[in-house]
DNA sequence: CATGTTAGATACGGACACGTATCTAATTCT
DNA sequence: AGAATTAGATACGTGTCCGTATCTAACATG
């Protein structure tokens, strides 16, 4: 609890700078982020987020009415916008260069717990579901191996019919299934395995290299 | 809310007849997946699981000192024990009949939304990631693409340096995914593909048929 | 029937959060 | 400097939940 009574940047005493507009939105957001990956969104209230980010409830009803409005609004902001710049001769390196994207960018320790809480309650929130998949996912675009994949098909390198909406989820698929599975991320090794025992095969590019394992 | 006011099995009225021993503990299990699948595990409370079970709080606490000792006892003793039992000759249909099962015991509204529920809690608590896997998963076994994989190995019908931790969790993967994704669970037509497309061409055997995908 | 065991009901003090209202203080702009 | 805007502080009544304590009622057993 003692974290609870500390602001985003550490600071416990009373400010006497006042943080204005986006300033304060941007540490409103950053407070809400934590709040949510330290104790999930089921206990996520407003005057924890206010209480870390060192303000008001106040500045916090005048733009919102509800804790998740903050954190959507958060994970839309800071969603990573890098997204895989495939080349035409490498598609194996492109994969493994698309998934450490992801596992840098999505599942961050702070992002990707946030991301997997919202994920959660979305189960039981339809409106929540609608919400992130529509304002942050397609808004923010982020295929990952997708985009590599119909990148190579343009460029004849792949039998367009071999993509399909499952050969798409392999790499996100099994990458999400380890940072459930395990404490970690995804390892660099772990990365190359997926890409050469799962979606290589999958799209008709057996791989020559045995296989790496889970190290 | 007025579900809250309601005892598992539909009475409102306060009961004479009271259950002991067993047949109250199985009340209370009910209860506590209940309202874990309908308000997450971060909003699970004593008094909202005793109210649906229609007991008192002190029935639970002689029993349990938190919701989650429930919620892990339930799971336990809910878990689906039937396994893939997987024949000889017919690998593809045996995974199939695996991720179905999987889907039909696992992923079901319920349980599956409990299961999910923990897992994302277990993401801040290693306690309780370690109970889920040691109590839960590792006490049940429960593996199902897995099973059938390492049994045609046996049989010699599968390369066993084809069987990894990756292609172990292939099928698996992808059917988590689809829920997360989708507010459905995987049809027939998504299983069957989710075998076609991923997991045998993983294994190395290449499929004739055309890729099902996603109806 | 008497006794022992278990279940249920309820009170209690304390903690926490909600959302609103009100006022003061700080900052920006003219 | 004064006015307008925004941020911060705090009070408030209400509701929910916690965990403990106490007591009565129901049930099982000898």
Not at 71 to 93: H, T
């Amino acid at each position: 609890m003692t974290d609870r009574n500390r602001t985003a940047d550490g600071e416990a005493q009373r400010r006497t700078r006042r943080r204005r507009g986006a300033e304060l939105v941007a540490a409103i957001h950053e407070a809400a982020l934590d709040e949510t990956a330290e104790h999930g969104l089921g206990r996520l209230t407003m005057e924890g987020i206010a209480r870390r980010a060192g303000t008001a409830k106040t500045s916090l009803y005048r733009r919102w009415s509800s804790p998740e409005d903050i954190v959507i609004e958060a994970l839309y902001r800071m969603y990573p916008m890098e997204e895989p710049s495939p080349g035409a001769d490498d598609l194996r390196g492109d994969l493994i260069a698309a998934l450490k994207l992801m596992r840098d960018g999505l599942m961050q320790p702070i992002y990707g717990a946030v991301m997997g809480a919202v994920l959660e309650e979305a189960r039981r929130r339809p409106d929540l579901h609608k919400r992130l998949y529509s304002d942050v996912f397609d808004a923010r675009g982020g295929r990952f191996t997708r985009t590599v994949l119909l990148h190579y098909a343009e460029h004849g390198r792949i039998d367009p019919a071999r993509l399909t909406p499952v050969v798409f989820d392999i790499g996100e698929a099994l990458m999400l299934k380890y940072g459930v599975d395990m404490f970690e991320l995804p390892d660099d090794a772990y990365i190359d395995a997926i890409v050469d025992q799962a979606i290589l095969p999958a799209i008709g590019h057996g791989h020559e290299n045995p296989p790496s394992g889970r190290t």
